[in-house]
């Protein structure tokens, strides 16, 4: 089982449960807890097809306060393909006021400094587009890149991404395999923002899996 490795701020608060769900055979804990209990409501992985390969590059983990379901009352009853295929619903969910932590695990290695190119662009261009893309993101966003730069990513380093309730700041936060782990505060609203929506924006995201893993279980959570 690979370790719910934080910095030494998020490690005094989340501890791992002994349920455990499997995504491509990377254990993720069921449940975490921050300030509040947190549970795995959505996983799934990245993977592009290269030369007829499928080739897989990160595990999600996707851990939601339970209470989420109570900003989400509009799309009681919806079935999980309803879901997935509405991104409003999606959209309800990175604007609810509730904690998040993403959590992702390399499968396939790769340098920080292209990871870093992936986050660029990606948030760049959807601030672009919601004409959001200012002086001030332009530097958030250089900073964040920055973080990654000189960093390796070798099968199995794990990236989180810890969003607060009501915050408009987030924390990435490193584990490397034999190094102290690293950390950086995103401190745009915008930016921190349109990284939410980079996982979680419904067919706007990068990992379809996510999003119906998310779909799934959240339909079936609305239903309870």
Same mark, same amino acid.
């Given at each position: 089982?690979?370790?719910?490795?934080?910095?030494? &701020?998020?490690?005094?608060?989340?501890?791992?449960?002994?349920?455990?769900?499997?995504?491509?055979?990377?254990?993720?804990?069921?449940?975490?807890?921050?300030?509040?209990?947190?549970?795995?409501?959505?996983?799934?992985?990245?993977?592009?097809?290269?030369?007829?390969?499928?080739?897989?590059?990160?595990?999600?983990?996707?851990?939601? @306060?339970?209470?989420?379901?109570?900003?989400?009352?509009?799309?009681?009853?919806?079935?999980?393909?309803?879901?997935?295929?509405?991104?409003?619903?999606?959209?309800?969910?990175?604007?609810?006021?509730?904690?998040?932590?993403? %959590?992702?695990?390399?499968?396939? @290695?790769?340098?920080?400094?292209?990871?870093?190119?992936?986050?660029?662009?990606?948030? %760049?261009?959807?601030?672009?587009?919601?004409?959001?893309?200012?002086?001030? @993101?332009?530097?958030?966003?250089?900073?964040?890149?920055? =973080? =990654?730069?000189?960093?390796? =990513?070798?099968?199995? &380093?794990?990236?989180?991404?810890? =969003?607060?309730?009501?915050? &408009?700041?987030?924390?990435?936060?490193?584990?490397?395999?034999?190094?102290?782990?690293?950390?950086?505060?995103?401190?745009?609203?915008?930016?921190?923002?349109?990284?939410?929506?980079?996982?979680?924006?419904?067919?706007?995201?990068?990992?379809? &899996?996510?999003?119906?893993?998310?779909?799934?279980?959240?339909? @079936?959570?609305?239903?309870?």
């Amino acid at each position: 089982m690979l370790p719910l490795s934080l910095s030494p &701020s998020l490690a005094k608060i989340i501890t791992m449960a002994t349920e455990t769900v499997l995504v491509d055979e990377i254990s993720y804990p069921s449940k975490i807890t921050t300030t509040k209990p947190l549970s795995l409501l959505g996983h799934g992985i990245t993977d592009m097809e290269i030369h007829f390969l499928q080739v897989k590059f990160y595990a999600i983990g996707v851990y939601l @306060e339970p209470e989420v379901v109570n900003h989400l009352q509009q799309w009681k009853g919806k079935s999980a393909k309803e879901l997935e295929d509405n991104d409003d619903f999606f959209d309800a969910l990175i604007s609810a006021p509730v904690e998040k932590v993403i %959590r992702l695990v390399v499968i396939k @290695e790769i340098k920080g400094a292209q990871y870093g190119v992936q986050i660029e662009t990606a948030v %760049r261009d959807r601030l672009a587009a919601d004409d959001k893309y200012e002086d001030e @993101e332009e530097e958030a966003l250089e900073k964040a890149i920055e =973080f =990654f730069q000189s960093k390796y =990513f070798k099968k199995n &380093s794990v990236i989180t991404y810890h =969003f607060p309730a009501n915050s &408009s700041t987030a924390e990435i936060v490193v584990s490397l395999e034999g190094k102290e782990d690293s950390k950086y505060v995103v401190e745009n609203a915008n930016v921190v923002e349109t990284i939410q929506k980079w996982y979680l924006a419904g067919s706007r995201a990068i990992s379809p &899996s996510t999003i119906k893993s998310l779909a799934t279980n959240l339909s @079936e959570e609305l239903s309870k």
